[in-house]
């Protein structure tokens, strides 16, 4: 069971050496960015791990390259960019299949590099979100960031459009969240 921070109920990590503090600010965006901004793209498939805070992802590059990574994402309830913290192991396809087999929730979208923002294009019922994010290694970095015009309304404090809630909820929940930034995607 997950508690209201997102952790496994019963069950606390600590910062090692491993994990890093993850910072970041969300935005929404009305439309997918111009082709012509894009200087890398991907398509993401996320398995989140039905009762923890594993995150399992493929990742297929515009250049053929493939990435399989397995992800501890560690939230913290505070305000800020400064989500977390995170773990990232890198896998080779076998270690990829084995804990592909593990039950997980699905997500899936494509990631557009327009920089200095990552641009997620969500497939399935999350047809319609269009969520950019911009990372940093500094408070200040993030609290000095200005977002481009296209930003429709920051939702870095929002946690329903974390992924770990995401891939939870349903398209009814999802296009109320959206209206409430003012946003009316097309059916899916």
């Not at 804990?99 to 990631?111: D, N, V």
């Not at 969500?122 to 500094?138: I, K, N, R, Y």
């Not at 970095?141 to 929002?158: K, L, M, N, R, Y």
């Amino acid at each position: 069971m997950m508690d209201k921070r997102g952790g496994v109920e019963g069950q606390s990590v600590h910062p090692g050496k491993y994990a890093r503090v993850e910072r970041e600010r969300r935005f929404l965006l009305a439309e997918p960015p111009a082709p012509s901004a894009v200087t890398v793209s991907r398509a993401i498939n996320d398995r989140y791990v039905k009762g923890t805070r594993l995150r399992l992802r493929r990742a297929d590059l515009s250049d053929g390259r493939c990435e399989l990574k397995l992800t501890q994402k560690v939230p913290i309830s505070q305000p800020g960019a400064v989500q977390g913290l995170i773990t990232n192991t890198y896998l080779s396809p076998a270690e990829y299949d084995v804990l592909a087999a593990l039950p997980a929730a699905l997500l899936s979208k494509t990631r557009f590099s327009v920089p200095p923002l990552g641009v997620d294009v969500f497939d399935g019922h999350l047809q319609g979100l269009v969520l950019a994010e911009a990372e940093f290694t500094t408070d200040d970095e993030a609290q000095s960031f200005v977002p481009p015009p296209d930003c429709i309304a920051e939702v870095t404090e929002d946690t329903r459009f974390t992924g770990g809630h995401l891939v939870q909820a349903s398209r009814r929940e999802l296009l109320k969240w959206l209206a409430e930034y003012g946003l009316h995607p097309r059916a899916a």
